[in-house]
């Protein structure tokens, strides 16, 4: 019970990390509304409270005369005393008293102030005269100075709370939206730009939300995977290049070697004069072997350039038809070997064809040079990757091939094809299937084996 009570609650707190932020903008606004209220109204109950409770303490200061029944009454006012004589039906004075409206004010009965209300008051804003039979006086005692500041407070507090509280509600919101809602992603993201900036790509940005700043997190994130891609990438070209120029020059070492020596033989024979027309021919012929051998090596060195530079183009292929495609490139390059291929029925792979071929090609190459008698293909789809592995009846890789046979220009003693073998064969397929973001595997299985994979996505 208490697991599934978290999970609801989690689902609640992740429904509500994931709000829109324009929804969640409208919400801390109506929040900010809902809060203001809240503040106005308890205040302004507060200030009408102070104003309730100094009117009844005055109230209760407060005299009142009362008018007999068919009585009346005549109010005289001289500056700021008002002077009240009250009569009775027989016209004989039953009461009189005096309002100093310095210090005091004069009202009337609640049929007095019917009558006010309905009729008209003389000038100066006193009653003269029974109209409708009043029923008295009240004189009650003006505000000291103190009640009259705190009267005067609780009306402006009153006034002034509406503004005050809503633009003061509006503030809180705003940052708490700000604080929660926009800070932590643009302080992931600025946090993700500096280290960007200085070529630190060893760090992932996840922003648990999937609203706008969560998808913008996650559109960097994918940004500074493909930088790295990118940055890793490079400097494994510069790496591979490295190798493949370090390797181009110890090779390239024999050949000229054998070219500068020849060259000296020759020049001292014809020096001598003890060289014969057929000695000359014999020392150009090994010379020229020397030059082709160069020419091999650059034209490789060459195509190997060409092939960092290779744009992947995927298209749609059928597997049927690439299968039928690696069948017949089979029965041309291993005519002398028996080759069984296994491919699933139907079924698409999004791929480019021509370097999927040509890795084959290489493939089914290094297989016949290997194999005894019979080598095993495959094609297989594995989820959103293509792979293509042969496996012949050979001796199997030795420990040194299985780690330097994918280099360029490393020959392995069990290979055969003598100095027209260069040893590129596997760097190339290599190559090839790390620009269609895959890649080469070398393992022992009965012989020979390598799997070359491909991305198909």
Aim: charged letters at 30%; one cysteine or more.
């Amino acid at each position: 019970m208490e697991a599934l009570k978290r999970r609801w609650e989690n689902r609640k707190y992740k429904r509500w990390r994931d709000l829109p932020i324009r929804a969640a903008f409208v919400l801390y606004t109506l929040a900010a509304f809902v809060a203001g209220t809240l503040v106005v109204l308890v205040v302004v109950g507060l200030c009408n409270r102070v104003r309730i409770d100094l009117q009844n303490k005055y109230a209760r200061m407060s005299v009142s005369y009362e008018v007999p029944d068919r009585g009346s009454y005549d109010v005289h006012r001289t500056d700021r005393i008002i002077t009240v004589q009250i009569y009775d039906e027989n016209e004989r004075e039953v009461n009189r008293f005096t309002v100093d409206l310095r210090t005091e004010t004069l009202a009337y009965d609640a049929e007095i102030r019917a009558s006010y209300q309905e009729g008209s008051a003389p000038e100066g804003g006193v009653y003269m005269g029974s109209y409708y039979e009043p029923h008295g006086f009240v004189v009650t005692p003006r505000y000291t100075g103190e009640d009259a500041y705190r009267n005067i407070a609780a009306v402006t507090i009153s006034v002034m709370i509406i503004p005050v509280a809503y633009i003061g509600a509006l503030i809180l919101c705003s940052t708490l939206f700000f604080r929660r809602k926009l800070r932590p992603p643009i302080a992931l993201l600025k946090r993700g730009s500096d280290r960007i900036a200085h070529s630190d790509l060893d760090f992932t940005v996840a922003y648990d939300s999937r609203n706008e700043l969560g998808q913008l997190c996650d559109s960097f994130e994918t940004m500074r995977g493909a930088l790295e891609r990118n940055n890793r990438e490079m400097w494994r070209g510069i790496e591979e290049r490295k190798r493949l120029n370090a390797a181009f020059s110890h090779d390239l070492r024999t050949p000229l070697t054998v070219l500068k020596g020849r060259a000296s033989m020759l020049r001292a024979a014809l020096a001598e004069g003890d060289s014969g027309p057929e000695e000359i021919s014999a020392e150009l012929d090994a010379m020229s072997g020397s030059i082709e051998r160069l020419e091999r090596y650059v034209e490789a060195m060459t195509r190997l350039q060409r092939l960092e530079d290779v744009e992947v183009q995927r298209a749609d292929v059928p597997v049927d038809a690439l299968a039928a495609a690696l069948q017949d490139t089979a029965n041309i390059l291993c005519a002398d070997k028996a080759v069984r291929l296994e491919a699933p029925d139907g079924g698409t792979a999004r791929v480019d064809r021509e370097i999927v071929l040509q890795v084959a090609e290489n493939l089914l190459s290094n297989g016949a040079r290997y194999a005894r008698s019979a080598l095993d293909v495959s094609v297989k789809l594995d989820g959103s990757v293509l792979e293509i592995r042969v496996r012949d009846d050979g001796p199997g890789f030795s420990p040194t091939d299985l780690q330097k046979a994918a280099e360029p220009f490393y020959r392995g003693k069990a290979a055969g094809g003598g100095e027209g073998h260069l040893g590129l064969g596997l760097n190339i397929c290599r190559v090839l299937c790390q620009r269609h973001g895959g890649d080469l595997k070398l393992e022992n299985d009965g012989g020979c084996c390598v799997t070359a994979r491909f991305e198909m996505e």
